[in-house]
């Protein structure tokens, strides 16, 4: 049964789809997060199992949506909370995406108080600002006791040609993607190999200890596809192997 119902009226004329849940396991906290059709990403939070939830806190004003409806279409947030309570919300972001709005960056926010405030932005993906477009994929979560990993499909390599899935990893305290993106995909294959084929549409999971998995989509030719696992055992920061399933 589901005995209570929370609305939310974001604006009038402004729709908002695609909402975003997330629970913290053994606590009765849970994170509500929507990309507006003005391009603010609005979270709430409640205390208490969903009994009530406070007020809406803005975490951004140029968050992606789709450009052709008025409303966001893809993946667009992902939450994930680590072992020591800290929360990181990630989005697909839209200030240097350009005049088709189409080059988008992945960005994301710590809250170090259960998801009540959140810290300063910082940019997940890391070449140029604009470069290319990223898209935030259902691969954000955490491992060990306070590290932070995010996972999203990128398009800067063959002159934007293909698709690939990199990943870009974080302690929680203090917030630093600066220098730990790879190429999640591209450890056990040659270049010459590795040009032919798109890899995309990624899932992680982990053991919330050191090993994380990377499960991705690999388009071989027209609508062929594969599913392809990597593997890291070093909290993401290698990926050796690489297994079709």
Known sequence: TFTKTFQADLVSRVPT????????????????????????LIVWRSPDNGASFGGATTVVTTAYRG????????????????????????????????????????????????????????????????ASESRLMPAVTSTGADDLF??????RDEDGTRWNVYAN????????????ERRVDQDS???????????????????????????????????WSDIYVAASSDRGKTFPLLRRV
């Open 189 to 223: 294959f040659t270049e010459s190999y590795f040009r032919r084929r798109d890899f995309d549409d990624a899932a992680v999971t982990t053991d919330g200890a050191s090993h994380v998995y990377v499960a991705m989509t690999r388009t071989v030719a027209g609508s």
């Open 17 to 40: 789809v695609l909402p975003r849940l997330a629970v913290a396991p053994g606590t009765a906290t849970v994170l509500l997060g929507v990309v507006r059709g003005d391009q603010q």
């Open 67 to 130: 450009p052709w409806v008025k409303t966001h279409a893809g993946y667009g947030v992902g939450f994930t909370r680590t072992a020591a309570g800290h929360w990181l919300v990630a989005w697909e972001d839209a200030r240097s995406a350009g005049a088709d709005a189409v080059l988008t960056d992945i960005y994301a926010r710590v809250s170090t108080d259960d998801g009540v405030t959140w810290g300063a932005e910082q940019r997940v993906d890391r070449d140029p600002p604009g």
């Open 150 to 155: 995010v996972g999203y499909r990128d398009r």
């Open 169 to 180: 990893r974080s302690p929680a305290l203090p917030v630093d993607f600066s220098s730990n």
